[in-house]
């Protein structure tokens, strides 16, 4: 324990130098809470992923990566004697004990869904809200799009939305909408200012979510996949090319493409057998 604490104590050390108007990092002293939440984002995703691949030297570096992002919220908050690092630990603390007085107090539990009830009622007490079973739609949705990245978040919307009377009858209405949605979005491209495209386009991608749950599909896994299928291609292209990509014409770009997109398959399906 002692170790790890001495461990912490460094990292701590060195973000204040890094934050110290007198010889500190030109790049983290211009930085504020606004400035590092894409960082915060970007590596809470690399944590996911680092987990996914179960490279356990990548999940220690991508949690120190996490990590930083939290003492660095600290020291900025501190410096403004907003909060400190202390205070965030103590909070946690406090709470997970208040959450589980069926191991720090005497309330006895059966199985996960009396934690997991005991945690909701408890939660709801604190902040002076209904528990779930209690709360009304807008305020379960609302809490899907505080908490969630967008995708996921409008997946959870939907089903719950639905599971309340706000569904299609079958799957031509869901359809339906999507082309309506498809209209709206091309017109707003013409003749619309770019908020108002923007606001089409997230009743676009919307109504496809619709279509998804419909099909019991995940859209952020569909998407996850096709991101992860482009980069694969991409590094096919590079690997056939003899001169950077951009020197390329489009019509060559497309034949690197469809070569790479073709020794992809071939090797997939060389793998099947």
Known sequence: MTNT???????????????????????????TPQTLTPYVIEEAYEVVNAIQSEDNQAICEELGDLLLQVVLQAQIASESQQFTLKEIAEGI???????????FGDVSVTNVDDVRKNWEEIKAAEKGEATPDKQLLSSKLSSYARKLPPITAAMNISKKAAEAGFEWENIDGVWDKFREELQEFQHALIHETPEEQQAELGDLIFSLIQVARWYQ?????????????????????????????????????????????????????????
């Open 5 to 31: 604490l001495t461990a912490l104590q460094e990292l701590i050390d060195v973000v204040a130098k890094l934050r110290n108007p007198d010889g500190g990092c030109p790049w983290d002293l211009a930085q």
């Open 93 to 103: 603390s406090q709470k997970l004990i208040r959450r589980h007085p069926h191991v």
């Open 217 to 273: 599909l995940d859209p952020s896994q569909g998407l996850q996949g096709t991101n992860q299928r482009f980069i694969q291609r991409l590094q096919k292209m590079e690997a056939f090319a003899n001169r950077p990509l951009t020197d390329y014409s489009l019509d060559e770009l497309e034949a690197l493409w469809q070569q790479a997109k073709a020794q992809i398959a071939q090797q997939k399906q060389e793998q099947q057998y």
